[in-house]
């Protein structure tokens, strides 16, 4: 389902010929359905990774296919697409729109393509995920209403909402207490089985990477099953 | 959810920051409908001053000097099934009881019941038209008289004669009377009763018509006559012109046609066969068009000419004062003037023969003066063969044929006679005062009708009577011929369409909307860019929202489209509230017109109205402006990646150096601009007046782009490599200047291009009083101005001329004065909001101007020689251009700037037409243009195409009187003395040129008034950057105050960061701006309020500096370690 074939990014830098190499020579496959989790020290170029995946940044070096696709032949608002549809995004700070309750965050993905799911149909699924979550009593709260474990539950949801095929989770228990943090993993867990959607988490975090079912650390710009370096 | 429920969501959410941008939307839409809405109300108000000055008037008949039998008013009702109102309408003067009080050139207008009927809901005179007087409500004013109230009141005399023939008595040239005041006419009375496209309400006194006929022997005479229109506006100039030409009878042309008393018998045997009718004019002589109409009207009819001659010599002996006939040769018995009669052959009487001792074939010399400008008695002689000396008997004894004379033909003996000739008693003998009581004005001598018309034609006829034998021919046939074969028009009797001129006045009046939107400029570009700065402030706040929905798969043109929905409901709202604030802004503006900008409108009332199309305009273009300034601002916030925006890196953007290109973008405009500014300069160093201001304004403009690109490039510059560590808090501040370059442009360059237009506009005042005593200055280097309500028919340059209007000499003999005559029209200066349709007209003898070197023309229809060029004085040539030939109806005229460009819309070479008294139309070809000048209002044109045009035109009512400035005052107060009766105002030139640079100078005010408005708002967006500047790096700010920076030095810090670009904003702006007005600078009439503008430009300097201090306090208050913790 998605590929990185000698993947590496590296950032110009005022006065450095040579530049800032976050990745280097990233080689990864990862099967629909699968979970896996990246880990490494802060700058270590989790997210980095994750956004070039995601499709927000476009790598220097490499290939990154989806479903076979080269997504570096593909215009912006196909990218945009694939966003919206194939994949879903889990921040660290969650980003909820603060003027929108809790159903209408959920809905906001489904503004940008009307064509892929019915208004109806999009408001029964965000209703559905939301109890799933436990959240139904609070559909229409807004987010300050809410904890910030709510609020990370929320914006899980909100990734969910188009049925994408690819979950990116950048660091999403990173602002959460323990207690927090455990149920977002255990609720990632769980919808990456029930809704058969492929995970890939960035965390520091091992206890939360142990959750995943296959666990890959970035250090020095590559990228290793974890204890293989 | 859709899209438009969440931007009204994330409104409502954000709501002080939208309240800002909504607020700033308002000031702009509200700047913007005001200033239309301003148009809507001066619109509006010539509107109702159109229909308070004119009633139901739709054309009017206006004869000025003519006079017509007031009973055509009835006839043209009928035939055209209306109302037709005759005034009697002459200039007058009026004063209250102890003359105290004072006003010159009122309108006398004697009316009756018809002319309320045309335009009142209230005839002020009730049922009782005998006697009283009526003044309007600024009359009243003027005066400060009340009903009841005493006034005197001075008309001018009408003669039947023009005055400007030195037979007409110059004396009585008015009338006075004590007068009650009747009542107060106001609106409802029709008070503002003026037929000349002016706001200006006019001073009218009302009287009733018969009343003033009688008084002045002008009995059932009018010379105006209004047609009130009716519903379908039927009636048309070309209809009411033909129903004139159908109901005009020979009185109206000031005609009488009146048979002759002898009966039967030949002219010999003294009888007129079978009877005889004869036509002559009121006005003495007969019009050219009337006289030939007359003798193409019977076969037998006799053209006679006969003149008051000095002097007729034969020999040694010559008899004084007398007259002579011309009379038509004619082989009938109907005249002396055999066919075989040459021109240069005289018959006499027997008295004359007896009284010189002349016989047959005697040479007699005949001494006349004939007419010439000023009343100059130009004599002159001609020789004639005695053909025949006729016995004193029959025709030959005919007092009739010496038309009435004002001053000689109702006085009893030679003594009496009272003419501007000057009689000198002693000539006249015993012999002489017999003749006079025996024969009256028989005259002595007959010539031939085309010898006399050589001598004696003028441009007010070549005939004082016809004749005609009334064999086979009656009186009313020939009167029907006479009517039948004229044009009315050629005697003054023509229809004009008033209403739809006044009309078009007001529809291509100045467009006080644009104006204010002009003015306005600024302040709405202010608003704007304030509503820009909070606007992306707004949405960069939200930066990691927008990083979101980039993410969620948002496009940016979704992203983009959703904060446009945003920004368009904040434009609508906006819009909305802005414009009801615009209607606050246009009533404040009223004010300001009403008040301190009161000379901008001359004074005017100025009525609210806002159409509702105006505003819609207004709110629709608010928002279409807005939403364009809020698109220009989005392209750039969500054009950057997702990531940066979801982590909030916006903040750290300012670490990467400007690629080369951009930055060297700003210094590659710099030196283009500034090159381009130089190269302006020296290729138009020659240039001119408006060219060169044009020319230095168009240099400033590029320079402040110079300066602009220049900021630019250093604060790219600065933002790139720093090649030495920061040594003090104001390199700290400089630094942090460069990391929102975008801003701080926007703050340098909305200070600059304020101060560049305030300071350039401000420069641009003038002082009238500057140099007012050269003759190229806008006085012509005259230091008085007059204007009189009577005209003066002599020359006050001469003894003579003084003394025959009995003015005291002493005092007066170094004085010049250049005479102008008048043709009222309307008034083409600035202070008409109305565009002049019909301009006043000046007749000037050019060489008298052009001697002087007065004035300065700015622009002439000849190209320029270089000699011209480079010497102002040599523009005093362009007055020859006033005697050019530009054909037959083609008359060169000469005006102010403000008259030609402003009240006329016109400009060199261009052509007016115009209508002669006659009815005629010419075209008035504008061949120069003066530099602002007390000559404003009016068009000049040559005295000999003047009176040519307007030979009904008495005498000079325009004075320019050149004095020294020791004695201007001893000259005005011996001139308005000894010519009161003439209603004399004499104000010093400068005083009038003042008047018309206040107008002006108003307008500047405006605009320097606004523009600082929009400079406070530009001072309040800097202080909302500094804000913005100053929150974004709290977490910054806290680690200093971590390290150990005290709260002060912070301050000082982030004071020293915007007072840099405060000073690089004010610089830019002041250096350009002393580089556009540099013309104005260096002008010697320049009024540079050189204390006005540097108190503004500190104002700015100390807003700027207080908003920045605000907003650092602001931002620096509470604790900064919660920030450092947030960060």
Same mark, same amino acid.
């Given at each position: 389902?998605?590929?990185?074939?000698?993947?590496?990014?590296?950032?110009?830098?005022?006065?450095?010929?040579?530049?800032?190499?976050?990745?280097?020579?990233?080689?990864?496959?990862?099967?629909?359905?699968?979970?896996?989790?990246?880990?490494?020290?802060?700058?270590?170029?989790?997210?980095?990774?994750?956004?070039?995946?995601?499709?927000?940044?476009?790598?220097?070096?490499?290939?990154?296919?989806?479903?076979?696709?080269?997504?570096?032949?593909?215009?912006?608002?196909?990218?945009?697409?694939?966003?919206?549809?194939?994949?879903?995004?889990?921040?660290?700070?969650?980003?909820?729109?603060?003027?929108?309750?809790?159903?209408?965050?959920?809905?906001?993905?489904?503004?940008?393509?009307?064509?892929?799911?019915?208004?109806?149909?999009?408001?029964?699924?965000?209703?559905?995920?939301?109890?799933?979550?436990?959240?139904?009593?609070?559909?229409?709260?807004?987010?300050?209403?809410?904890?910030?474990?709510?609020?990370?539950?929320?914006?899980?949801?909100?990734?969910?909402?188009?049925?994408?095929?690819?979950?990116?989770?950048?660091?999403?228990?990173?602002?959460?207490?323990?207690?927090?943090?455990?149920?977002?993993?255990?609720?990632?867990?769980?919808?990456?089985?029930?809704?058969?959607?492929?995970?890939?988490?960035?965390?520091?975090?091992?206890?939360?990477?142990?959750?995943?079912?296959?666990?890959?650390?970035?250090?020095?710009?590559?990228?290793?099953?974890?204890?293989?370096? | 959810?859709?899209?438009?429920?969440?931007?009204?969501?994330?409104?409502?959410?954000?709501?002080?920051?939208? *309240?800002?941008?909504?607020?700033?939307?308002?000031?702009?839409?509200?700047?913007?409908?005001?200033?239309?809405?301003?148009?809507?109300?001066?619109?509006?108000?010539?509107? #109702?001053?159109?229909?308070?000055?004119?009633?139901?008037?739709?054309?009017?008949?206006?004869?000025?000097?003519?006079?017509?039998?007031?009973?055509?008013?009835?006839?043209?009702?009928?035939?055209?099934?209306?109302?037709?109102?005759?005034?009697?309408?002459?200039?007058?003067? /009026?004063?209250?009881?102890?003359?105290?009080?004072?006003?010159?050139?009122?309108?006398?207008?004697?009316?009756?019941?018809?002319?309320?009927?045309?335009?009142?809901?209230?005839?002020?005179?009730?049922?009782?038209?005998?006697?009283?007087?009526?003044?309007?409500?600024?009359?009243?004013?003027?005066?400060?008289?009340?009903?009841?109230?005493?006034?005197?009141?001075?008309?001018?005399?009408?003669?039947?004669?023009?005055?400007?023939?030195?037979?007409?008595?110059?004396?009585?040239?008015?009338?006075?009377?004590?007068?009650?005041?009747?009542?107060?006419?106001?609106?409802?009375?029709?008070?503002?009763?003026?037929?000349?496209?002016?706001?200006?309400?006019?001073?009218?006194?009302?009287?009733?018509?018969?009343?003033?006929?009688?008084?002045?022997?002008?009995?059932?005479?009018?010379?105006?006559?209004?047609?009130?229109?009716?519903?379908?506006?039927?009636?048309?100039?070309?209809?009411?012109?033909?129903?004139?030409?159908?109901?005009?009878?020979?009185?109206?042309?000031?005609?009488?046609?009146?048979?002759?008393?002898?009966?039967?018998?030949?002219?010999?045997?003294?009888?007129?066969?079978?009877?005889?009718?004869?036509?002559?004019?009121?006005?003495?002589?007969?019009?050219?068009?009337?006289?030939?109409?007359?003798?193409?009207?019977?076969?037998?009819?006799?053209?006679?000419?006969?003149?008051?001659?000095?002097?007729?010599?034969?020999?040694?002996?010559?008899?004084?004062?007398?007259?002579?006939?011309?009379?038509?040769?004619?082989?009938?018995?109907?005249?002396?003037?055999?066919?075989?009669?040459?021109?240069?052959?005289?018959?006499?009487?027997?008295?004359?023969?007896?009284?010189?001792?002349?016989?047959?074939?005697?040479?007699?010399?005949?001494?006349?003066?004939?007419?010439?400008?000023?009343?100059?008695?130009?004599?002159?002689?001609?020789?004639?063969?005695?053909?025949?000396?006729?016995?004193?008997?029959?025709?030959?004894?005919?007092?009739?044929?010496?038309?009435?004379?004002?001053?000689?033909?109702?006085?009893?003996?030679?003594?009496?006679?009272?003419?501007?000739?000057?009689?000198?008693?002693?000539?006249?003998?015993?012999?002489?005062?017999?003749?006079?009581?025996?024969?009256?004005?028989?005259?002595?001598?007959?010539?031939?009708?085309?010898?006399?018309?050589?001598?004696?034609?003028?441009?007010?006829?070549?005939?004082?009577?016809?004749?005609?034998?009334?064999?086979?021919?009656?009186?009313?046939?020939?009167?029907?011929?006479?009517?039948?074969?004229?044009?009315?028009?050629?005697?003054?009797?023509?229809?004009?369409?008033?209403?739809?001129?006044?009309?078009?006045?007001?529809?291509?009046?100045?467009?006080?909307?644009?104006?204010?939107?002009?003015?306005?400029?600024?302040?709405?570009?202010?608003?704007?860019?304030?509503?820009?700065?909070?606007?992306?402030?707004?949405?960069?706040?939200?930066?990691?929202?927008?990083?979101?929905?980039?993410?969620?798969?948002?496009?940016?043109?979704?992203?983009?489209?959703?904060?446009?929905?945003?920004?368009?409901?904040?434009?609508?709202?906006?819009?909305?509230?802005?414009?009801?604030?615009?209607?606050?802004?246009?009533?404040?503006?009223?004010?300001?017109?009403?008040?301190?900008?009161?000379?901008?409108?001359?004074?005017?009332?100025?009525?609210?109205?806002?159409?509702?199309?105006?505003?819609?305009?207004?709110?629709?273009?608010?928002?279409?402006?807005?939403?364009?300034?809020?698109?220009?601002?989005?392209?750039?916030?969500?054009?950057?990646?997702?990531?940066?925006?979801?982590?909030?890196?916006?903040?750290?953007?300012?670490?990467?150096?400007?690629?080369?290109?951009?930055?060297?973008?700003?210094?590659?405009?710099?030196?283009?601009?500034?090159?381009?500014?130089?190269?302006?300069?020296?290729?138009?160093?020659?240039?001119?007046?408006?060219?060169?201001?044009?020319?230095?304004?168009?240099?400033?403009?590029?320079?402040?782009?110079?300066?602009?690109?220049?900021?630019?490039?250093?604060?790219?510059?600065?933002?790139?490599?720093?090649?030495?560590?920061?040594?003090?808090?104001?390199?700290?501040?400089?630094?942090?200047?460069?990391?929102?370059?975008?801003?701080?442009?926007?703050?340098?360059?909305?200070?600059?291009?304020?101060?560049?237009?305030?300071?350039?506009?401000?420069?641009?005042?003038?002082?009238?009083?500057?140099?007012?005593?050269?003759?190229?200055?806008?006085?012509?280097?005259?230091?008085?101005?007059?204007?009189?309500?009577?005209?003066?028919?002599?020359?006050?340059?001469?003894?003579?001329?003084?003394?025959?209007?009995?003015?005291?000499?002493?005092?007066?003999?170094?004085?010049?004065?250049?005479?102008?005559?008048?043709?009222?029209?309307?008034?083409?200066?600035?202070?008409?909001?109305?565009?002049?349709?019909?301009?006043?007209?000046?007749?000037?003898?050019?060489?008298?101007?052009?001697?002087?070197?007065?004035?300065?023309?700015?622009?002439?229809?000849?190209?320029?020689?270089?000699?011209?060029?480079?010497?102002?004085?040599?523009?005093?040539?362009?007055?020859?251009?006033?005697?050019?030939?530009?054909?037959?109806?083609?008359?060169?005229?000469?005006?102010?700037?403000?008259?030609? /460009?402003?009240?006329?819309?016109?400009?060199?070479?261009?052509?007016?037409?115009?209508?002669?008294?006659?009815?005629?139309?010419?075209?008035?070809?504008?061949?120069? #243009?003066?530099?602002?000048?007390?000559?404003?209002?009016?068009?000049?044109?040559?005295?000999?195409?003047?009176?040519?045009?307007?030979?009904?035109?008495?005498?000079?009512?325009?004075?320019?009187?050149?004095?020294?400035?020791?004695?201007?005052?001893?000259?005005?107060?011996?001139?308005?003395?000894?010519?009161?009766?003439?209603?004399?105002?004499?104000?010093?030139?400068?005083?009038?040129?003042?008047?018309?640079?206040?107008?002006?100078?108003?307008? *500047?005010?405006?605009?320097?008034?606004?523009?600082?408005?929009?400079?406070?708002?530009?001072?309040?967006?800097?202080?909302?950057?500094?804000?913005?500047?100053?929150?974004?790096?709290?977490?910054?700010?806290?680690?200093?105050?971590?390290?150990?920076?005290?709260?002060?030095?912070?301050?000082?810090?982030?004071?020293?960061?915007?007072?840099?670009?405060?000073?690089?904003?004010?610089?830019?702006?002041?250096?350009?701006?002393?580089?556009?007005?540099?013309?104005?600078?260096?002008?010697?009439?320049?009024?540079?309020?050189?204390?006005?503008?540097?108190?503004?430009?500190?104002?700015?300097?100390?807003?700027?500096?207080?908003?920045?201090?605000?907003?650092?306090?602001?931002?620096?208050?509470?604790?900064?370690?919660?920030?450092?913790?947030?960060?």
């Amino acid at each position: 389902m998605l590929e990185l074939i000698n993947v590496a990014k590296s950032y110009e830098s005022p006065g450095d010929t040579v530049g800032l190499c976050v990745l280097k020579d990233i080689t990864l496959k990862v099967e629909k359905g699968r979970s896996v989790a990246i880990v490494g020290p802060s700058g270590s170029g989790k997210s980095t990774l994750l956004n070039i995946i995601g499709t927000l940044d476009r790598p220097s070096g490499g290939r990154v296919l989806f479903d076979g696709k080269d997504l570096a032949k593909l215009a912006d608002s196909e990218l945009a697409r694939i966003r919206n549809r194939e994949i879903g995004f889990v921040f660290q700070l969650h980003h909820l729109l603060p003027q929108c309750t809790v159903l209408e965050n959920v809905l906001v993905p489904t503004l940008a393509d009307k064509k892929h799911l019915s208004p109806k149909e999009s408001e029964e699924r965000a209703i559905n995920l939301l109890q799933r979550v436990g959240l139904k009593d609070h559909l229409l709260h807004r987010p300050g209403e809410l904890s910030g474990g709510q609020r990370q539950r929320v914006a899980v949801v909100r990734a969910l909402i188009n049925r994408p095929r690819l979950l990116l989770a950048d660091e999403p228990t990173g602002s959460l207490d323990e207690r927090a943090s455990q149920n977002i993993a255990e609720l990632l867990v769980e919808l990456n089985r029930s809704e058969q959607v492929t995970l890939i988490l960035a965390t520091h975090s091992m206890k939360l990477a142990e959750n995943m079912g296959r666990v890959l650390e970035l250090n020095n710009g590559g990228l290793a099953e974890k204890g293989k370096h | 959810m859709r899209l438009l429920e969440l931007a009204k969501k994330s409104l409502v959410f954000y709501w002080r920051t939208n *309240l800002g941008v909504l607020l700033a939307v308002m000031i702009g839409t509200a700047i913007l409908t005001g200033a239309l809405v301003v148009g809507d109300s001066v619109r509006h108000s010539l509107a #109702m001053m159109l229909t308070a000055r004119l009633g139901r008037t739709q054309l009017a008949l206006v004869a000025d000097n003519r006079f017509f039998s007031a009973g055509l008013a009835d006839k043209l009702a009928q035939e055209l099934n209306t109302i037709a109102a005759p005034v009697l309408h002459l200039r007058g003067i /009026v004063a209250n009881s102890d003359g105290t009080k004072r006003a010159n050139k009122i309108e006398v207008l004697g009316v009756d019941d018809h002319f309320f009927s045309v335009g009142a809901d209230r005839n002020p005179f009730g049922d009782d038209f005998s006697e009283g007087i009526v003044l309007n409500e600024p009359l009243a004013a003027r005066l400060a008289v009340a009903a009841g109230d005493e006034v005197v009141l001075r008309i001018e005399q009408p003669s039947l004669m023009s005055r400007d023939i030195p037979i007409t008595p110059d004396s009585d040239l008015s009338i006075a009377f004590r007068f009650v005041v009747k009542g107060i006419a106001g609106g409802a009375e029709f008070g503002r009763f003026s037929l000349k496209a002016n706001q200006i309400p006019p001073l009218n006194a009302y009287v009733p018509m018969q009343w003033l006929q009688e008084k002045l022997d002008r009995t059932a005479q009018a010379n105006i006559l209004l047609a009130a229109g009716d519903t379908n506006e039927s009636i048309t100039v070309e209809r009411a012109n033909e129903a004139i030409k159908k109901c005009w009878q020979p009185a109206d042309a000031g005609l009488e046609l009146r048979s002759l008393d002898r009966q039967g018998g030949s002219l010999e045997a003294g009888g007129f066969g079978d009877g005889w009718l004869e036509l002559r004019s009121r006005r003495i002589f007969i019009d050219e068009s009337l006289a030939e109409a007359a003798i193409n009207a019977a076969d037998n009819a006799v053209g006679i000419l006969t003149y008051f001659v000095n002097e007729l010599r034969c020999g040694d002996r010559s008899a004084p004062y007398s007259m002579v006939t011309a009379m038509g040769q004619s082989a009938d018995s109907n005249s002396f003037i055999a066919m075989d009669i040459q021109d240069d052959e005289i018959i006499i009487n027997q008295w004359l023969a007896e009284d010189i001792g002349a016989d047959v074939d005697d040479l007699l010399e005949l001494t006349y003066f004939i007419v010439s400008p000023m009343r100059k008695l130009e004599q002159q002689k001609s020789t004639f063969r005695i053909r025949r000396i006729l016995p004193m008997e029959g025709l030959a004894i005919d007092a009739e044929l010496m038309p009435d004379f004002p001053g000689l033909a109702d006085v009893e003996n030679c003594r009496d006679w009272d003419t501007s000739i000057p009689i000198d008693l002693d000539k006249i003998s015993k012999r002489d005062e017999d003749y006079w009581d025996k024969f009256r004005g028989t005259p002595k001598a007959f010539i031939t009708l085309k010898a006399g018309q050589a001598m004696w034609a003028n441009r007010y006829g070549n005939l004082t009577a016809v004749r005609y034998s009334l064999r086979g021919e009656s009186k009313e046939n020939i009167a029907d011929k006479i009517l039948g074969a004229s044009d009315p028009a050629s005697v003054g009797l023509y229809f004009q369409p008033v209403r739809a001129r006044g009309i078009k006045a007001g529809d291509e009046a100045t467009d006080f909307g644009q104006l204010f939107l002009g003015l306005s400029m600024f302040l709405i570009a202010a608003a704007l860019v304030l509503m820009g700065l909070l606007f992306v402030f707004g949405v960069e706040n939200r930066s990691e929202q927008v990083g979101m929905l980039l993410a969620v798969g948002f496009g940016p043109k979704l992203v983009r489209r959703l904060l446009l929905i945003e920004g368009s409901l904040l434009a609508v709202l906006g819009a909305i509230a802005g414009t009801a604030a615009g209607l606050l802004y246009t009533r404040a503006m009223i004010y300001g017109l009403s008040t301190v900008w009161r000379a901008a409108v001359s004074g005017s009332a100025i009525y609210f109205r806002a159409k509702t199309s105006t505003l819609f305009v207004g709110a629709s273009a608010g928002v279409i402006i807005c939403l364009i300034a809020i698109w220009l601002t989005l392209r750039k916030q969500v054009s950057r990646p997702a990531r940066e925006l979801l982590v909030g890196d916006l903040k750290w953007q300012f670490f990467a150096a400007a690629p080369v290109s951009k930055r060297r973008f700003g210094l590659w405009t710099a030196v283009i601009a500034a090159v381009a500014a130089v190269v302006l300069l020296i290729l138009m160093a020659a240039a001119e007046g408006t060219a060169a201001a044009g020319v230095f304004f168009a240099a400033g403009a590029l320079l402040l782009i110079a300066g602009l690109g220049l900021t630019q490039f250093l604060l790219r510059m600065l933002t790139g490599r720093w090649s030495k560590p920061v040594t003090s808090l104001a390199g700290l501040g400089l630094r942090n200047a460069t990391r929102r370059c975008g801003r701080s442009l926007a703050v340098v360059g909305l200070l600059a291009c304020g101060i560049f237009l305030v300071v350039a506009v401000g420069a641009n005042k003038h002082d009238p009083l500057a140099n007012a005593h050269r003759r190229d200055s806008g006085t012509g280097g005259f230091a008085i101005f007059g204007e009189s309500t009577i005209a003066v028919l002599h020359d006050l340059n001469t003894r003579t001329g003084r003394e025959s209007m009995g003015l005291d000499d002493s005092g007066l003999e170094d004085i010049e004065v250049v005479q102008l005559r008048v043709h009222e029209g309307d008034d083409a200066s600035c202070l008409n909001l109305n565009r002049a349709q019909t301009p006043s007209l000046l007749g000037v003898q050019p060489e008298q101007l052009k001697r002087r070197g007065a004035f300065t023309f700015t622009k002439t229809i000849q190209p320029r020689t270089k000699k011209a060029t480079s010497q102002r004085s040599v523009f005093g040539a362009g007055w020859d251009l006033l005697n050019a030939d530009y054909g037959e109806d083609v008359v060169p005229a000469i005006g102010d700037y403000a008259t030609i /460009v402003w009240a006329l819309g016109k400009s060199v070479g261009e052509t007016i037409e115009y209508s002669d008294e006659k009815g005629r139309t010419f075209r008035l070809r504008i061949v120069g #243009m003066l530099k602002k000048s007390i000559l404003q209002g009016s068009l000049l044109i040559a005295e000999d195409e003047f009176v040519r045009r307007f030979p009904s035109e008495d005498g000079y009512r325009m004075f320019l009187v050149d004095a020294s400035a020791e004695k201007a005052d001893k000259v005005t107060g011996i001139l308005s003395a000894g010519l009161t009766d003439f209603g004399l105002a004499l104000t010093p030139a400068t005083t009038r040129l003042a008047q018309f640079n206040a107008v002006e100078n108003t307008y *500047l005010s405006i605009f320097q008034l606004l523009g600082g408005l929009g400079l406070i708002l530009g001072s309040l967006g800097l202080g909302l950057v500094v804000l913005r500047n100053v929150l974004d790096r709290r977490g910054e700010l806290a680690m200093l105050r971590a390290v150990g920076f005290g709260k002060v030095a912070l301050k000082r810090m982030v004071f020293y960061e915007h007072g840099a670009l405060c000073l690089c904003g004010l610089a830019c702006g002041v250096v350009a701006a002393l580089v556009a007005v540099g013309p104005a600078l260096s002008s010697p009439a320049a009024q540079v309020p050189y204390l006005s503008e540097g108190m503004i430009i500190l104002a700015i300097g100390i807003s700027g500096a207080v908003w920045i201090w605000l907003a650092t306090a602001f931002a620096l208050s509470g604790s900064l370690l919660e920030a450092l913790r947030n960060e």
